[in-house]
């Protein structure tokens, strides 16, 4: 089955950090660029950030700027978020999927990505 698995949620407490892990299952994300996504409780799925497949350009949503880096190694296969100083507000399940540009990655239409896993949850609690 062609799909990410997302790995490396857990519960931290507030200002912790978490480095999530999206492995390509069944294909090659060489020639993707791979979002990160969360939805929290009662929420749309918002997009978190990417990163392109072409030049290793990377894009992040407001809130998550200067605390979270994703990042790639194709060699492996995988994609990580790493999420440093942690908040409340980021509590979601995280979830990665593989689109051909990093485009659509944020603005709430995700009806070109694919390869979505099962995520990863992520609370913040003290």
């Known amino acids: 089955q062609l799909q990410f698995v997302e790995s490396g949620g857990g519960l931290v407490q507030p200002g912790g950090s978490l480095r999530l892990s999206c492995a390509a299952s069944?294909?090659?994300?060489?020639?993707?660029?791979i979002g990160w996504f969360r939805q929290a409780p009662g929420k749309e799925r918002e997009g978190v950030s990417c990163i392109s497949d072409s030049d290793g350009s990377t894009y992040y949503e407001d809130s998550v700027k200067g605390r979270f880096t994703v990042s790639r190694d194709n060699a492996k296969n995988t994609v990580y978020l790493q999420m440093n100083s942690l908040e409340p507000e980021d509590t979601a399940v995280y979830y990665c999927?593989?689109?051909?540009?990093?485009?659509?990655?944020?603005?709430?239409?995700?009806?070109?990505?694919?390869?979505w896993g099962q995520g990863t949850q992520v609370t913040v609690d003290s």
């Open positions: 999927a593989a689109d051909m540009t990093c485009a659509y990655y944020s603005g709430g239409q995700y009806a070109s990505w694919t390869h």
């Open positions: 069944g294909f090659s994300l060489d020639y993707y660029a």
